[in-house]
C-alpha cells in the first residue's frame, strides 16, 4: 500500500558491468581466492555473472617471490565504483584478519588482494585512490589472461583497445599458466 505523497522508484536500479581481479600469493593461495569470491557474491548490489578459471601466475617485480593465484570476475553491480572499491577493501581486510597467522604463528601482511579493473567505461581518477580503469592492466598478463577467458572485446576507454588487443601488444608478459598445470608445463620444457 501506497501511502500519500509517498514514492516508489520504478523499474531497476542502473548497473554497471565490472571486472575485479583476484589474487593471492601467501598460504592457503587458492582457497583464499575462492572465498573473496564468495564475500563478493554475499553483497547486496552485486551479482556475479562470470569467473574466470584459476591462474598460476608469475610474479612481477623484485617484491614477491611466490607465485599467485589470479582470477577475474564479472559483476552487475548498482554499488558506485567508490563503494565498490570499498567493499574490495573490506574483503581484503576480513579476509587478512581471519588467517592473518599460519600454522607457524608467522604473521601475513596481505593474504588476498582485489581489484577494481574496469568500471563500465568508466575513467576515475579520484583523491580515495581509486583509478579506473586499473593504472597497470595493460601490462599484466595476470590481469588480461583471465579477462581474456571472460570478456576478450571488452574496451580500455584510456587506449580504445580491447583486451585482446593489450595482451597481443605485451613486450614481456609474466608467465601465466591455467591452475594445477604449472609444473607439468615446466617438466615438459626441462625434458
Keep these: ?17 565490472a571486472y575485479i581481479g583476484l589474487g ?15 564475500l563478493l557474491k554475499d553483497v547486496n548490489g552485486i551479482r556475479v555473472t562470470e569467473c574466470s578459471s584459476l591462474y598460476e601466475t608469475e610474479p ?9 593465484v589470479n582470477a577475474v ?15 574490495c ?26 581489484d577494481v579493473l574496469f568500471y563500465g567505461d568508466s575513467v576515475v581518477e579520484s583523491a580515495g585512490g581509486l583509478r579506473l580503469p586499473h593504472p ?5 598478463s595476470f590481469a588480461l589472461v583471465p579477462l581474456l577467458e571472460i570478456a576478450p572485446d571488452i574496451r580500455h576507454p584510456g587506449f580504445d583497445k580491447s583486451v585482446a588487443q593489450l595482451h597481443e601488444e605485451l613486450v614481456e608478459p609474466e608467465q601465466v599458466f591455467l591452475f594445477g598445470t604449472r609444473a607439468a608445463e615446466l617438466n615438459e620444457i626441462d625434458d
Aim: proline share 1%; hydrophobic share 30%.
Design 89 to 114: 577493501r573490506d574483503i581484503e581486510k576480513r579476509l587478512t584478519e581471519m588467517h592473518r597467522h599460519n600454522s607457524n604463528g608467522k604473521t601475513r601482511e596481505r593474504i588476498i588482494d582485489l
Design 136 to 140: 597497470k592492466i595493460h601490462l599484466r
Design 1 to 17: 500500500m501506497v501511502l500519500s505523497g509517498e514514492r516508489r522508484p520504478r523499474g531497476n536500479k542502473r548497473t554497471i558491468k
Design 24 to 38: 593471492s600469493n601467501e598460504g592457503d593461495r587458492l582457497g583464499y581466492v575462492q572465498q573473496a569470491m564468495q
Design 73 to 87: 570476475v564479472a559483476i552487475e553491480t548498482s554499488l558506485t565504483a567508490e563503494d565498490l572499491l570499498d567493499v
Design 60 to 68: 612481477v617485480g623484485d617484491i614477491y617471490t611466490e607465485w599467485f
